[in-house]
């Protein structure tokens, strides 16, 4: 049973657009959120998180959102680069940082 | 700057054969852990450690062993390989729990 869903495999975005990535979660008890972003044959970088006590965290061009009451969180990237391009990863832990991972979304950013 | 380093980057076994996968990190963390990456399943924990001599399990166990002797090793043991192991492994690291983790660049394994 998936407890945090990435519903879209793969994202095609212009350059300069908007890029939008979801992840729905099932456990109102996740109080803490993160985005990884991962290139191939490299780990997973930290992108940026949000706690449950806000609904919005900024990062330069990048702005998750979390609703709480619908369990869901978004990545909003703009403008988008093509250096954005990675396969992108939410993930969910509390205090034990035991980190569950969505199964990710490839995005491409398209010159 | 190191970070996490992990070693080897690749291995292929046979079925029945046992090794370690090497974790180090050099950013005095007490937070380590254990991830294998497989198609359409996205990261999940094996086993994780909080501190020097205190490990856990996590999602993922089973055929696989820990120890954290070190703050600055965490090995992960496969005792007797099976092709279901065959996976990319990824060994993280951070100051504390709650604290984003740091990812190594991780052992592609492959077991005939």
């Known amino acids: 049973d998936q407890q945090v869903k990435q519903n879209s495999p793969s994202l095609s975005v212009q350059e300069g657009r908007i890029s939008i990535l979801n992840c729905d979660y099932t456990n109102s008890m996740f109080d803490y959120f993160l985005w990884y972003k991962k290139y191939p044959a490299e780990g997973p970088t930290f992108l940026i998180s949000i706690s449950s006590i806000k609904d919005k965290n900024e990062d330069g061009r990048f702005t998750v959102f979390l609703n709480k009451s619908a369990k869901h969180l978004s990545l909003h990237i703009v403008p988008s680069q093509p250096g954005d391009s990675a396969v992108y990863f939410c993930?969910?832990?509390?205090?034990?940082?035991?980190?569950?991972f969505g199964t990710g979304t490839l995005l491409a950013v398209q010159p | 700057n190191a970070g996490v380093t992990q070693t080897p980057k690749f291995q292929v076994l046979k079925t029945g054969q046992s090794m370690t996968l090497q974790c180090a990190q050099d950013?005095?963390?007490?937070?380590m852990s254990w991830y294998r990456q497989d198609p359409g399943m996205g990261l999940r924990l094996i086993h994780y450690s909080v501190g020097a001599g205190i490990t856990d399990q996590g999602e993922v166990p089973n055929g696989y062993n820990v120890s954290r002797s070190t703050t600055e090793d965490f090995p992960l043991r496969l005792l007797s390989a099976a092709p279901s192991q065959t996976s990319v492994y990824f060994c993280?690291?951070?100051?504390?729990?709650?604290?984003?983790?740091?990812f190594g660049d991780g052992t592609r394994l492959s077991i005939l």
């Open positions: 993930a969910t832990g509390g205090a034990t940082n035991k980190l569950i």
């Open positions: 950013m005095n963390h007490e937070y």
């Open positions: 993280a690291s951070s100051y504390s729990p709650g604290q984003p983790q740091h």
